[in-house]
């Protein structure tokens, strides 16, 4: 019923590529709630029952056991590491005036204030030490990041002094810059007065270089974001700063903390419409980040986030058809056609027909330079 309403609201849609999508979408989430709901009734199940099975018995404590080396070996695994990396470790008890900022997917971000200067922690939002509460995918994408973080270092991404342990939880919080003006989409929103949205184009080409620039960084040290979103760009006094590399991926690694199996990761607006296809058989790579990039380069100019007009329960399998199928926003009244050019190029259908980044750069330093447009304005009504 649900695939047929659907269908019935975009009837350019055949219901091929509904279901095709939305079962590519829907499995890990099937198997992960199936699990969830098996295990809860297992636990009633003890709680009613006291004469368990042995055999049952055995299983749970063999899952428990498993579930235990893993916490001992991710902790043996982030010691070592810190060690091995020089990484500064943080008393806990020295950040003051620790606040919630944000909850992403799998982190919470607080602000705190150390030796009076203000920084972001952002912690993994399970126990790692609590079997019960361990979540496999999450760990391996922290320490992803904390592998990939601590290896880094440019103006345009987001600089790790290094970690502390809540000795409560024996969770590792990354320490690091704090946003003082949030993410580019919080950014982009307190430009909006009303039903109009007015941004500085030398604000624009300052931001899209500062983005490009850091991209580039990154896949010339083997580096590919795969999460390129406007909540994963930060800005520190108007400088755009790249963030959160839980599932990016380090080229030439023969490791499992980056694999690209799931369909669910990210948000679709931004993902290479190749992702989507029905075969299963793209990987991602650097032209993958190009065209979030492009994706980028169009918001900054509208304001709001791609396709933001579907918010049904659907909207992220509409999102990924949609662009699967070719459908990209519109370029925004006054925008240098120039700069619409660039992020069109970015978002090809096809890879392998989107610019270098170096080439990206060099249009944009020559735009910034001789355009004659002041402002670029988006109006709603």
Avoid at 23 to 38: D, N, S, T
Avoid at 202 to 225: P, R, S, W
């Amino acid at each position: 019923m649900m695939c047929i309403k659907y269908y019935q609201t975009f009837p350019f849609f055949k219901i091929e590529y509904i279901n095709e999508v939305r079962v590519r979408y829907l499995v890990l989430e099937v198997v992960r709630v199936r699990y969830l709901v098996l295990d809860r009734l297992r636990k009633s199940h003890l709680d009613k029952n006291k004469n368990l099975n042995l055999t049952s018995y055995h299983k749970e404590i063999s899952h428990n056991e498993s579930l235990f080396k893993e916490t001992q070996k991710y902790n043996e695994f982030i010691d070592a590491f810190l060690k091995n990396y020089k990484t500064k470790i943080f008393a806990y008890a020295d950040f003051k005036n620790r606040q919630e900022v944000d909850v992403g997917g799998s982190a919470i971000i607080y602000s705190a204030y150390f030796q009076g200067w203000k920084y972001a922690l952002k912690s993994l939002d399970v126990n790692i030490n609590d079997i019960n509460e361990w979540d496999n995918k999450k760990v391996k994408g922290f320490i992803n990041e904390l592998r990939i973080s601590c290896s880094i270092s440019h103006p345009n991404i987001i600089k790790l002094y290094g970690v502390t342990k809540d000795p409560e939880t024996g969770n590792f919080n990354f320490v690091m810059q704090f946003a003082n003006n949030g993410n580019l989409r919080e950014y982009l929103q307190r430009k909006w007065s009303g039903n109009v949205f007015k941004i500085l184009l030398e604000d624009v080409f300052q931001i899209a270089k500062g983005i490009t620039l850091g991209i580039n960084y990154l896949h010339e040290n083997g580096i590919i974001h795969r999460d390129l979103h406007s909540k994963n760009i930060l800005i520190i006094d108007g400088k755009p700063l790249i963030a959160d590399f839980g599932i990016s991926k380090l080229k030439h690694t023969g490791d499992n903390y980056n694999d690209d199996n799931s369909r669910s990761e990210g948000m679709p607006a931004y993902i290479d419409p190749q992702w989507f296809n029905p075969d299963g058989k793209y990987e991602r790579d650097e032209r993958s980040d190009i065209y979030s990039l492009g994706v980028l380069l169009w918001e900054l100019t509208s304001g709001t986030p791609p396709f933001s007009r579907l918010t049904n329960d659907y909207a992220k399998y509409v999102i990924a058809i949609s662009i699967y199928r070719g459908e990209r926003e519109k370029m925004i009244t006054g925008t240098p056609q120039g700069y619409a050019d660039i992020y069109k190029n970015c978002w090809s259908l096809e890879p392998e027909k989107r610019p270098k980044l170096n080439d990206i750069l060099s249009n944009l330093y020559k735009l910034s330079t001789n355009t004659p447009v002041e402002f670029i304005i988006n109006n709603r009504t």
